[in-house]
């Protein structure tokens, strides 16, 4: 991919500062662990502690690429979604996407669950991957529906009913509450607070690849993209099958939030906030551009995010889903502000 000097700049500070938080990210926690040490960890230097070896390769290291790798999915999903709805405030969760994986995980920790078990401390692998499968398997039943009717009406009207989706999933969740034991309750309400310290090797092998193979589909759909910018009978006029190819760019969107929805629990805001930063950042409305950039900007906010949630130094946790909201909502209230210079992109 060709990318003219003006912005490689741009994209090296971005990777350098997502370098230097990404170390942070592994140094700093309840317990401070020196640069040297962290080195020594990860290539295996025989004088680390054992203690703190374990702790930088079984709980932080996987941590910091978990918030890497779910930051560029959102990012790259509220992109494409942005694009397909010309709509700057457009993200996979506004389908319902992200309702449908609370349904999943609603039913198995609300109606399957042992009683009095708080299952997001007590699960081993099998009960983790229980609640990844149903977070998938809620978002994918949604995404289903969408994908249906995504062949019978227009890009707005499908924005709509995925609105009315997510509404109708949401009572569904808030009656399952309703009638569930406290413990469940505490249960589901940890998972909902999106989290990327639960993440474990074992995991993260599953993970990894299913992310990363879904970001490398989005390159080939460059084109297809800047023609949606233009509009639904531009992309026509370009030879775009705008139909399937619509079902193709909301299919990976939903994918990527399902995926990460599944393994880290609801993450909001990312996925407007990082591709109206780039936007600012590069003065581009090329995806060519954006793509990347808003994987790089994805990935470096959930890691400042997760750094923040982490409260350096501090015995406790912040909610993860708080910070994220603290760090997107003045993005998202800027683009707001900056709504007539956002409909010379959307149209």
């Not at 409260?311 to 997107?328: D, H, M, Q, Y």
Request: hydrophobic share 60%; glycine share 10%; charged share 10%.
């Amino acid at each position: 991919m060709f990318v003219e000097g003006r912005y490689v700049l741009s994209f090296a500070v971005l990777a350098f500062v997502t370098l230097i938080v990404l170390v942070a990210s592994v140094c700093l926690g309840s317990a401070l662990i020196p640069f040297r040490e962290v080195v020594g960890s990860l290539f295996g230097a025989g004088e680390i502690d054992p203690v703190i070896s374990g702790i930088v390769l079984d709980f932080r290291l996987p941590r910091a690429l978990t918030a890497l790798l779910a930051g560029a999915a959102l990012a790259a999903s509220g992109l494409m979604m942005q694009t397909v709805f010309r709509n700057p405030l457009a993200d996979p969760f506004v389908l319902g996407v992200n309702s449908g994986a609370s349904l999943g995980v609603a039913v198995v920790l609300l109606l399957l669950a042992p009683s009095g078990v708080a299952l997001t401390q007590n699960l081993q692998f099998s009960g983790h991957l229980l609640i990844v499968l149903a977070a998938t398997g809620g978002a994918a039943a949604v995404l289903a529906v969408l994908l249906v009717l995504a062949q019978r009406v227009d890009v707005m009207s499908l924005l709509i009913l995925g609105l009315m989706i997510s509404y109708g999933i949401g009572s569904l969740v808030s009656i399952l509450m309703f009638y569930s034991m406290a413990e469940r309750l505490q249960s589901f309400f940890s998972w909902s607070f999106g989290n990327f310290g639960n993440m474990t090797w074992s995991q993260f092998r599953v993970f990894a690849p299913v992310v990363l193979l879904g970001l490398a589909a989005l390159f080939p759909l460059f084109k297809i993209l800047d023609a949606f910018l233009l509009g639904e009978r531009y992309a026509k006029s370009m030879g775009v099958k705008v139909k399937s190819a619509r079902i193709l760019i909301l299919g990976s969107a939903s994918l990527l939030a399902g995926v990460v929805t599944g393994f880290c629990g609801p993450i909001g805001f990312l996925g407007i906030a990082a591709p109206h930063f780039c936007r600012f950042l590069f003065k581009t409305a090329e995806h060519r551009i954006l793509v990347p950039a808003s994987m790089l900007v994805g990935g470096l906010v959930a890691l400042m995010a997760d750094l923040i949630a982490k409260a350096p130094g501090l015995e406790s946790t912040l909610p993860l889903n708080a910070v994220t909201a603290l760090i997107g909502a003045p993005v998202i209230m800027a683009a707001l502000l900056r709504q007539r210079n956002l409909r010379k992109v959307f149209g």
